[in-house]
């Protein structure tokens, strides 16, 4: 049987991506919508099972606190977090405002849906794995927190972050190309330098890598021209 569900992220295009995916495999999306400032109305009008909320910024203060008012207004509706890896105290944050599970951004879709799933029945969905992370860091802390947006950015020109700003921003190769006074040849080969650098085997999944670490916060398009 199907979770009916809600799916919220800060980026548009990712809530509505999830929820197509999720529709796909029998499940009931009510709703997909953003900003995540906005899950509690959402949730609270709908009254979901679950709400699938999407964060990249997991330590920041305040992130969670739509939770908060869910599980006040909606004790019913389990809240399974989607976002990168964050500190323990990330982590921490999510399960003490309430949320019933937390789900790394780079998990395959049946694991997201195994999470929904368990949420729905009263268990706790996180994976092992996560909560070891989380311990190993809390018992050996590294000097310097991991930057998962500059790494990625560290292997991509200026004209192929252009690109990947373009592809999150739903540019086919035509537009691509016009926007940046190149051949849709050159603009196609930039798109697949992109998905290899990154590691992913589609735009969707470029785009969603980029919003899930705040890389497209950071990106700087190249100057028209440049190489």
Do not use: N, W
């Not at 309430?98 to 729905?120: M, N, Q, T």
């Not at 860091?137 to 930057?147: G, I, M, R």
């Not at 991509?156 to 190149?182: C, S």
Request: a positive charge.
């Amino acid at each position: 049987m199907g979770v009916r569900l809600v799916v919220v992220d800060d980026h548009r295009l990712l809530a509505e991506a999830l929820a197509s995916a999720l529709k796909l495999r029998g499940h009931r999306v009510l709703a997909a919508a953003a900003p995540v400032a906005g899950a509690a109305e959402l949730v609270v009008g709908r009254a979901p099972e679950v709400c699938l909320l999407g964060t990249a910024t997991p330590d920041a203060p305040g992130t969670f606190d739509p939770v908060v008012r869910i599980k006040r207004e909606r004790p019913q509706v389990a809240v399974v977090v989607l976002g990168p890896v964050p500190s323990p105290r990330g982590i921490a944050a999510a399960f003490a405002a309430g949320a019933s599970g937390y789900v790394r951004h780079d998990e395959r879709i049946e694991g997201v849906e195994r999470a929904l799933v368990k949420a729905r029945a009263g268990e706790a969905a996180v994976a092992p794995q996560l909560l070891q992370g989380a311990f190993a860091e809390l018992l050996h802390p590294s000097a310097q927190p991991d930057d998962e947006a500059q790494r990625l950015l560290r292997l991509l020109t200026q004209r192929e972050v252009e690109v990947l700003v373009r592809v999150a921003e739903g540019e086919d190769t035509r537009l691509i190309a016009a926007g940046m006074g190149i051949a849709p040849s050159t603009a196609r080969t930039h798109v697949q330098r992109v998905l290899m650098k990154l590691g992913v085997g589609s735009r969707l999944e470029a785009a969603a890598l980029a919003a899930r670490t705040g890389l497209l916060d950071r990106a700087v398009p190249a100057p028209r021209g440049s190489l």
